[in-house]
């Protein structure tokens, strides 16, 4: 390499680091920025799980607490009590609350109470179908059954995890209204689902025989 080579290379690699320095200069405040952002990010991340387990640890103590309680009407005045911060807190909460109001023979208010759960659009969508289905259970001595069947065909949707004890439930608004071939025949499906669980086999198994209907056709 001759001298003039040797000397242009210097040259370059020192105009090189002068642009490498400016541009260090006016733009490594991004860089910094970025580390900040990812450093801040992780740590806000840790802080909001540390404080959701807190949330959610002072929640079940506080609905223990209220649970210990002897009588139902107590009860239903101790959950009334505890606050949740989250919308999965309020349905559990509020379902909590629905049952020890109909224990405390509170069917209305219980009604009410799942109803608002039901519509609250915050609440996941398997805490709102559990509050549908317990209402439509609750209204079944004032509710028509038209009425009530149009409610737990909604909950028999593919995919949902009630689908089956909707189909039950409507298999008996038939009995009620004396449709007994299509409630045996709904019965009978259900038998032949693979999700059936052994609860709901038993149970179905032994109104079909009450019915007078045949096991083995399922």
């Given amino acids: 390499m001759s001298q003039n080579d040797s000397f242009i290379e210097e040259v370059s690699e020192e105009v090189r680091r002068d642009r490498l320095f400016l541009l260090l200069k006016r733009y490594g405040w991004i860089g910094v920025l970025l580390v900040l952002l990812i450093v801040g990010g992780a740590a806000w991340r840790e802080y909001s799980r540390a404080q959701d387990r807190a949330e959610a640890e002072a929640l079940g103590d506080s609905i223990l607490a209220a649970l210990e309680t002897e009588a139902p009407e107590a009860r239903v005045e101790a959950l009334g ?118 609860g709901l086999r038993q149970r179905v198994s032994q109104v079909i025989v009450a019915l007078g209907g045949a096991l083995d056709a399922a």
Avoid: H
């Fill in 81 to 198: 009590g505890v606050e949740a911060g989250s919308a999965g807190g309020r349905a559990l909460l509020g379902l909590l609350t629905a049952a020890e109001q109909a224990s405390a023979d509170q069917p209305e208010a219980a009604a009410e109470t799942l109803s608002a759960i039901a519509a609250d659009g915050e609440v996941p969508q398997i805490y709102r179908d559990i509050a549908g289905f317990r209402m439509l259970l609750l209204q079944s001595g004032t509710t028509e059954a038209n009425e009530r069947r149009t409610g737990f065909e909604a909950l028999a949707r593919a995919g949902s995890p009630l689908r089956l004890l909707a189909e039950e439930q409507i298999a008996l608004i038939e009995v009620e209204t004396g449709d007994t071939e299509a409630a045996i025949e709904r019965f009978q499906a259900i038998l032949a689902d693979a999700e059936v669980t052994a």
